[in-house]
């Protein structure tokens, strides 16, 4: 089981980014998928998640209304489109498989002026 996320960098306040977690070596398309965050010195929290065939979705209050999540089972590829980005949104962003006790690297965010 392999996560590699990309698509994170440094990015003034209000701006946007879209992360991208490319996985394999499991049956992607049967899996809820999450995208995690760690601030520094903070435990990791649950940023959203998207069941399997993507007809259900939660997000955290902190993100809900700024953050989308999706997936591409076609391509075992789930992604995070961050829009209107704040400092407190500076974090290693990671994704996880439902199940799965495996984590990828991560993608660092930074949020700064």
């Known amino acids: 089981v392999q996560f590699v996320e990309s698509g994170g960098g440094l990015v003034q306040p209000g701006g946007s980014l879209r992360l991208s977690c490319a996985a394999s070596?499991?049956?992607?398309?049967?899996?809820?998928m999450s995208w995690y965050r760690q601030a520094p010195g903070k435990e990791r929290e649950l940023v959203a998640r998207i069941t399997s065939g993507g007809g259900s979705i939660y997000y955290a209050v902190s993100v809900r209304g700024r953050f989308t999540i999706s997936r591409d089972n076609a391509k075992n590829t789930v992604y995070l489109q961050m829009t209107s980005l704040k400092s407190e949104d500076t974090a290693v962003y990671y994704c996880?498989?439902?199940?799965?006790?495996?984590w990828g690297q991560g993608t660092q965010v930074t949020v700064s002026s």
């Open positions: 070596g499991f049956g992607f398309s049967s899996y809820a």
């Open positions: 996880k498989a439902d199940g799965r006790q495996s």
